[in-house]
């Protein structure tokens, strides 16, 4: 099963332009960042990226400047998924994707399905994974340590 595995941004960010990879400096990011790093290395997953309010769907080697920017309202919310959706169409097709995790907030969520909903073809062949939905940070980033301490000792992960 080729993966793409996506994590949200984060709002802590350094104050100088860097890879989007190396940008957001939250505690949650920084795990699930090592984690899809670990992961990508396992061949667990095809590729990874990050959902960002600012720019939408993004290679974690794209040079970013710091930005402010949420999905404050629903209407953002809506347009910022039709984006996204396209992003994420385009990228299940050039790396053949069948199953695409989404490690992000509720609202990132669920407009990156609503956005992939307008793609029907392709939304009825890929399989959408929420594996930390209704956890709160905390226990995300106690769920993902877990998992990267096995990959660390060579065992596989599932989410």
Not at 86 to 92: E, K, P, S, T
Not at 129 to 142: D, M, S, T, V
Request: net charge positive; charged share 25%; aromatic share 8%.
């Amino acid at each position: 099963m080729r993966t793409l595995l996506i994590l949200g941004c984060g709002r802590s960010k350094l104050d100088r332009p860097a890879f989007a990879a190396d940008l957001y400096t939250g505690p949650l990011f920084s795990i699930a960042r090592s984690w899809a790093r670990a992961r990508l290395g396992a061949q667990d997953i095809a590729a990874w990226a990050i959902a960002s309010a600012e720019h939408g769907l993004i290679e974690p080697d794209r040079w970013l400047a710091p930005y402010d920017r949420t999905l404050k309202t629903q209407a953002e919310a809506d347009a910022w998924g039709e984006r996204v959706g396209a992003q994420l169409a385009h990228r299940i097709r050039s790396l053949d994707i069948d199953a695409v995790e989404l490690v992000a907030g509720r609202r990132y969520r669920e407009a990156i399905r609503q956005g992939l909903g307008l793609y029907r073809q392709l939304a009825q062949r890929v399989e959408i994974r929420e594996p930390f939905a209704g956890l709160g940070i905390g226990y995300q980033r106690q769920a993902i340590g877990a998992q990267l301490a096995e990959l660390a000792r060579g065992k596989s992960c599932s989410a």
